[in-house]
């Protein structure tokens, strides 16, 4: 059974920061090199790339959005990744959902062929 879980959503005013988690539990975590990231869906908006990590760790990539603020990193050891937030604007708020894939590229296009996604955690970010 594959699991990702998020934590660490919440409410926070404009410029502040904000770090959410993700575990990633099953056993083909052990098996196959997923790269994981991160999405994000504003109401009434589709769900949109934010970052992404490899599984080594040697390669991420972010919107251009976020790009500057937001970082990305993995614990391998833990099989968790984060994404640190700083400088958090109105347009930040949304649900985030981690995602796991064994090719990357498929961060790039549909949603629809992401092979795992957690349940989300919800960032607001109040001016």
């Known amino acids: 059974q594959v699991l990702l879980e998020e934590s660490g959503g919440g409410v926070v005013q404009v410029g502040d920061s904000l770090r959410v988690s993700c575990a990633a539990s099953g056993r083909i975590f052990s098996l196959v090199p997923f790269t994981l990231g991160w999405f994000r869906q504003a109401p009434g908006k589709e769900r949109e790339f934010v970052a992404l990590?490899?599984?080594?760790?040697?390669?991420?990539r972010y919107a251009d959005s976020v790009k500057g603020r937001f970082t990305i990193s993995k614990d391998s050891a833990k099989k968790e990744v984060s994404l640190q937030m700083d400088s958090l604007k109105p347009e930040d708020t949304g649900e985030y959902y981690c995602?796991?894939?064994?090719?990357?590229?498929?961060?790039?296009?549909?949603?629809?062929?992401?092979?795992?996604w957690g349940q989300g955690t919800q960032v607001t970010v109040s001016s």
């Open positions: 990590i490899s599984w080594s760790g040697a390669t991420t």
């Open positions: 995602a796991a894939d064994a090719r990357t590229d498929h961060f790039m296009g549909s949603t629809s062929k992401i092979d795992y």
